[in-house]
């Protein structure tokens, strides 16, 4: 195993009825004004506003609205929740919401504090924070991304057409509520959208060197074969409590920084995604969705006894008379067809994404990974951008 350090400050409150029973002891240790951030208006159909802001008003706190925040959050929004917690001197962050939510909060707790050029500084350069941004909390309305639990924040450039993050340690949240039943109200599309992200940040943890037997992989595949079943079961059953809690607790643990350690990484499926979210606007796991299989079709003869590995422990494929390559191959139609059967969508087209010459600069101005079993040329990824059509 490689060297690592690990170390994760966000303390999660789990279970049903966890933000009644913890938000007042959470809120009495930042100071009297809070800033209530939230997305297009979700918390305001499902009572999730009104519980929270009962409990904010109980304890006396000053409520500063921050809402609008979109899917796929763009930096001008990020500048502009950071001039309001100057305004306000907000003593607490509190993103009642998806990833975008708490990625826009995160965001906005350094540009509260950081008085440099926090794009070029923090987004388009991996930078040191040696400040301390605001303190943010979370109440999880939707999972997937395990943004909760981690310190990135992907924000879209919108001047620059540029979507991406990095995981600063110094932006996680000081507390993150998740109540499974707070996601029951997330239409199916979401759910599986998400769930789908969730099992992305575990296979681009797995499919990276080393391929020695390791910690990380073993609890990988055990993780993914739980978001396969209990994303079968909730698509099914979309209130069943057991699946429903499995698939967001397995989310916070996806993007938990457990699934890292000691592995290279490679996320090359992520840069990809980002680039069509910030030409598209799609929906993250949407794209994730369509892009792995294509992508792992180019991939999986780089990294082949990993790709065995998950043909065989994943999806429980008898080797029979396979060769390596062939078995490889079939772990990787495996999860082709589990896209299609639980509904996502397995083309482009699907989501509406088809002009070649947007596919062509979303694929040029795309990141790319160090990590991976392969480096990709911009080339090759405007061909599996071609091949998703
Ligand atoms: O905006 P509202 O009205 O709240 O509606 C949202 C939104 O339309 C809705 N929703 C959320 N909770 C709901 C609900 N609808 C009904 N009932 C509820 N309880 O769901 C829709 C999608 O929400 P959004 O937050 O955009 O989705 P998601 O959680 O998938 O977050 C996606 C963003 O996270 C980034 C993605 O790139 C994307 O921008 N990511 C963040 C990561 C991180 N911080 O580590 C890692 C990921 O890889 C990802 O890149
Ligand atoms: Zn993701």
């Given at each position: 195993?490689?060297?690592f350090v690990?170390?994760?400050?966000?303390?999660?409150?789990?279970?049903?009825?966890?933000?009644g029973?913890?938000?007042p002891a959470?809120?009495?240790?930042?100071g009297?004004?809070?800033?209530l951030?939230?997305?297009?208006?979700?918390?305001?159909?499902n009572?999730?506003?009104?519980?929270?802001?009962a409990?904010?008003e109980?304890?006396?706190?000053?409520?500063?609205?921050?809402?609008?925040?979109?899917?796929?959050?763009?930096?001008?929004?990020?500048?502009?929740?950071?001039e309001?917690?100057?305004k306000?001197?907000?003593?607490?962050?509190?993103?009642v919401?998806g990833?975008?939510?708490?990625?826009?909060c995160?965001?906005?707790?350094?540009?509260?504090?950081y008085?440099?050029?926090?794009?070029?500084?923090?987004?388009?350069?991996i930078g040191?924070?040696?400040?301390t941004?605001?303190?943010?909390?979370?109440?999880?309305?939707?999972?997937g991304?395990?943004?909760?639990c981690?310190?990135?924040?992907?924000?879209?450039?919108?001047?620059?057409?540029?979507k991406?993050?990095?995981?600063?340690?110094?932006?996680?949240?000081?507390?993150?509520?998740?109540?499974?039943t707070?996601?029951?109200?997330v239409?199916m599309?979401?759910?599986l959208a998400?769930?789908?992200d969730?099992?992305?940040?575990?296979?681009?943890?797995?499919?990276s060197?080393?391929?020695?037997?390791n910690?990380?992989?073993?609890?990988?595949?055990?993780?993914?074969?739980?978001?396969?079943?209990?994303?079968?079961?909730?698509?099914e059953?979309p209130?069943?409590?057991?699946a429903?809690?499995?698939?967001?607790w397995?989310?916070?643990?996806?993007?938990?920084?457990?699934?890292?350690?000691?592995?290279s990484?490679?996320?090359?499926c992520?840069?990809?995604?980002?680039?069509?979210?910030a030409?598209?606007?799609?929906?993250?796991g949407e794209?994730?969705?369509?892009?792995?299989?294509?992508?792992?079709?180019?991939?999986?003869?780089?990294?082949?006894?990993?790709?065995v590995r998950?043909?065989?422990?994943v999806?429980?494929?008898?080797?029979?008379?396979?060769?390596?390559e062939?078995?490889?191959?079939?772990?990787?139609?495996a999860l082709?067809?589990?896209?299609a059967?639980?509904?996502?969508?397995?083309?482009?087209?699907?989501?509406?994404i088809?002009?070649?010459?947007?596919?062509?600069?979303?694929?040029?101005?795309c990141?790319i990974?160090?990590?991976?079993?392969?480096?990709?040329?911009?080339?090759?990824?405007?061909?599996?951008?071609?091949?998703?059509?």
């Amino acid at each position: 195993m490689n060297n690592f350090v690990f170390s994760n400050s966000t303390k999660a409150y789990f279970g049903r009825g966890c933000v009644g029973e913890n938000l007042p002891a959470e809120l009495s240790k930042y100071g009297d004004t809070v800033m209530l951030a939230y997305g297009g208006g979700s918390i305001k159909k499902n009572g999730i506003y009104d519980e929270v802001t009962a409990i904010l008003e109980k304890a006396g706190k000053k409520v500063v609205e921050f809402s609008g925040i979109m899917s796929n959050p763009t930096y001008a929004k990020v500048l502009e929740g950071g001039e309001l917690v100057k305004k306000h001197g907000v003593g607490l962050i509190l993103g009642v919401g998806g990833g975008s939510v708490m990625d826009c909060c995160k965001a906005v707790s350094m540009a509260a504090v950081y008085e440099g050029d926090l794009w070029n500084d923090f987004w388009a350069n991996i930078g040191v924070v040696d400040f301390t941004p605001t303190p943010v909390g979370f109440i999880v309305t939707s999972s997937g991304t395990g943004s909760e639990c981690d310190g990135g924040a992907v924000i879209t450039n919108e001047e620059t057409m540029v979507k991406c993050g990095h995981d600063y340690h110094e932006c996680n949240a000081r507390f993150a509520m998740l109540d499974p039943t707070y996601t029951y109200s997330v239409p199916m599309k979401q759910v599986l959208a998400g769930s789908f992200d969730t099992l992305s940040h575990i296979m681009e943890c797995y499919f990276s060197p080393p391929d020695e037997d390791n910690i990380s992989d073993d609890i990988a595949e055990a993780l993914m074969k739980s978001v396969i079943r209990d994303l079968r079961i909730a698509a099914e059953k979309p209130d069943n409590y057991v699946a429903r809690s499995n698939l967001m607790w397995a989310s916070t643990l996806g993007e938990y920084r457990l699934m890292k350690i000691g592995k290279s990484l490679d996320f090359q499926c992520h840069y990809m995604e980002h680039q069509l979210g910030a030409y598209t606007d799609c929906s993250h796991g949407e794209g994730l969705a369509v892009l792995h299989p294509v992508y792992y079709r180019h991939l999986y003869k780089h990294g082949l006894s990993k790709f065995v590995r998950f043909a065989e422990n994943v999806w429980g494929i008898p080797r029979g008379d396979m060769t390596d390559e062939q078995l490889a191959a079939a772990g990787v139609e495996a999860l082709a067809r589990f896209v299609a059967e639980i509904g996502l969508p397995t083309t482009l087209s699907e989501m509406g994404i088809t002009d070649r010459e947007m596919l062509k600069k979303a694929a040029y101005s795309c990141a790319i990974s160090k990590g991976a079993y392969k480096k990709l040329s911009f080339e090759e990824i405007y061909e599996i951008f071609l091949e998703a059509i």
